[in-house]
């Protein structure tokens, strides 16, 4: 590739239309837990929510695609998922998720989700968990639709509601 052409696709990719929304707020508090809903929670730095079982590490934060709820439930053959049964902890509507995955290590894309600052990384694939959640084709329903990992660098608050803005 051209370094011209690179130069483009670094510059649009880094362009939305819009910014995204915080649709719903999820913790899980332990292994095999119910999720719990919440209207706001804190996000800490290199750590994950509050409240939620993560400790660090590349899965801090799952987002899931408010849009790709309706496409699961498609898949699975029923009216709508509730998104807690996906144990993922936000649900973003309105930004194409996936496209926050930055094209170049030297071109991370940093995030900001109410005041709380995140990079995005790799998908978050389903695991075998929900074809006892979900029933059978559970695992599979997700796959491809299962959201996207992220780390978080500056902590800061979430509510339902906050704004997604790639800064």
């Avoid at 309105?94 to 995005?120: F, K, Y």
């Amino acid at each position: 590739m051209a370094a011209t052409d690179q130069a483009a696709i670094q510059e649009v990719s880094a362009r939305f239309a819009r910014a995204g929304r915080v649709e719903a707020i999820f913790v899980r508090p332990g292994r095999r837990v119910e999720c719990l809903a919440r209207s706001r929670v804190d996000a800490i730095a290199g750590r994950g929510l509050e409240g939620d079982r993560s400790r660090g590490g590349s899965r801090q934060l799952s987002l899931i695609q408010h849009e790709h709820l309706a496409v699961i439930a498609a898949l699975l053959g029923s009216g709508a998922v509730d998104p807690g049964r996906l144990r993922r902890n936000l649900v973003i509507s309105g930004i194409n998720l996936l496209a926050l995955r930055p094209l170049w290590r030297s071109q991370a894309l940093e995030v900001r989700i109410g005041t709380a600052v995140v990079l995005v990384g790799g998908p978050c694939a389903p695991c075998s968990r929900m074809e006892e959640t979900l029933g059978p084709g559970g695992y599979n329903a997700l796959r491809g639709h299962g959201g996207m990992l992220a780390t978080i660098i500056h902590g800061g608050a979430i509510e339902v509601g906050s704004p997604v803005i790639v800064r």
